[in-house]
């Protein structure tokens, strides 16, 4: 077991009991479970297709989702798209999207898609346990627009920045 700080994991184990798991691969998102149980996790369901994963959404509820990023017959980016654009109310439940092909059009893609996190196969438990505590305890602004629905890109606020271009797109004073 990773070893967390008491403080933390007893702020995080309600806030994360029921969790959906979808992975084409068994073993592997029975290890993530595994993990997740250890964080304080107690209802964790898998889901080894993407096709219906929005009914089990729909049935269990869950406080957080994490996925594979794409396999035989799944495409996590897709489940995560549909998802955020849909009349549920758990379309802003966070989502950890996890993949061994960690490239720059993987990761855009998951952000664009609406994906709270990103995680890299393999991942140490310290790596999950950072992104969980991440989506859970520190929550990002909800923004709807025509062509994005999901978490605020932006992962840092730097309105204390005291400079005269905050934007590239300011012209120079």
Do not use: C
């Not at 996190?117 to 859970?136: G, H, S």
């Not at 627009?145 to 309105?159: H, I, K, L, T």
């Amino acid at each position: 077991m990773y070893a967390a700080d008491p403080v933390l994991l007893k702020k995080l184990g309600p806030r994360i009991e029921r969790v959906l798991i979808l992975d084409p691969v068994p073993t592997s998102g029975k290890m993530m479970g595994e993990f997740l149980r250890d964080f304080g996790s107690r209802q964790i369901s898998m889901v080894h297709k993407t096709a219906g994963a929005l009914g089990v959404v729909a049935n269990m509820d869950p406080q957080l989702i994490i996925t594979e990023y794409r396999g035989p017959e799944f495409d996590g980016v897709e489940f995560v798209r549909e998802l955020r654009r849909s009349r549920l109310s758990q379309r802003t439940v966070p989502v950890i999207l996890y993949t061994a092909e960690a490239t720059v059009e993987s990761i855009k893609g998951a952000r664009d898609a609406g994906a709270h996190e990103f995680l890299r196969k393999p991942y140490a438990i310290k790596d999950l346990f950072r992104r969980v505590e991440n989506v859970m305890l520190k929550p990002r602004d909800w923004i709807e627009a025509q062509m994005y629905v999901g978490p605020d890109r932006r992962r840092f606020n730097s309105e204390a920045y005291a400079g005269t271009r905050k934007r590239r797109a300011e012209k120079a004073a």
